[in-house]
Nanobody, 124 residues
Framework: QVQLIESGGGLVEAGGSLRLSCAAS????????MGWFRQALGKEREFVAA????????YYADSVKGRFTISRDNAKNMVYLQMNSLKPEDTAVYHC?????????????????WGQGTQVTVSS
C-alpha cells in the first residue's frame, strides 16, 4: 500500500516562499492524479492544487492561483508544491493525496491515500 510523506513545511514570514515535497513509497503515483489539500485549525480540509498523471494539466484553488505551482517527477515518485508570496491565511497543515476515483478532483473523498501532512505557518 502506498505511503505518502510530506516535507518542507515550516515558519515563514508573509511574502516568503516554501517548497513542499511529497514522497511516495510502497507504491506508485506515476499513473495517478495527485493533489495537495490543506486544513487550518478548526476548518475543513480544502483543495489547494492538483496535477494530472502526466503533469500536463494543473488545477488550482482561486485563493492560490498565481502564487502556488504544483509539479511532479514520476521517475522519482515525487510531487511538489512551490508556494510563493505566502500570506498568513495560508497557514495550515498541508497534505498530499493520490486520487482514486473519477469524482471531482477538488473533493477530498476522491482521494484514497493521504500523507500525514506538514505544517506551514506564515507570520504577519
Amino acid at each position: 500500500q502506498v505511503q505518502l510523506i510530506e516535507s518542507g513545511g515550516g515558519l515563514v514570514e508573509a511574502g516568503g516562499s516554501l517548497r513542499l515535497s511529497c514522497a511516495a513509497s510502497g507504491g506508485t503515483v506515476s499513473s495517478y492524479m495527485m493533489g495537495w489539500f490543506r486544513q487550518a485549525l478548526g476548518k475543513e480540509r480544502e483543495f489547494v492544487a492538483a496535477i494530472s498523471w502526466s503533469g500536463g494539466y494543473t488545477y488550482y484553488a482561486d485563493s492560490v492561483k498565481g502564487r502556488f505551482t504544483i509539479s511532479r517527477d514520476n521517475a522519482k515518485n515525487m510531487v511538489y508544491l512551490q508556494m510563493n508570496s505566502l500570506k498568513p491565511e495560508d497557514t495550515a497543515v498541508y497534505h498530499c493525496a493520490r486520487r482514486s476515483s473519477n469524482r471531482s478532483y477538488k473533493a477530498p473523498d476522491s482521494y484514497a491515500a493521504w500523507g500525514q501532512g506538514t505544517q506551514v505557518t506564515v507570520s504577519s
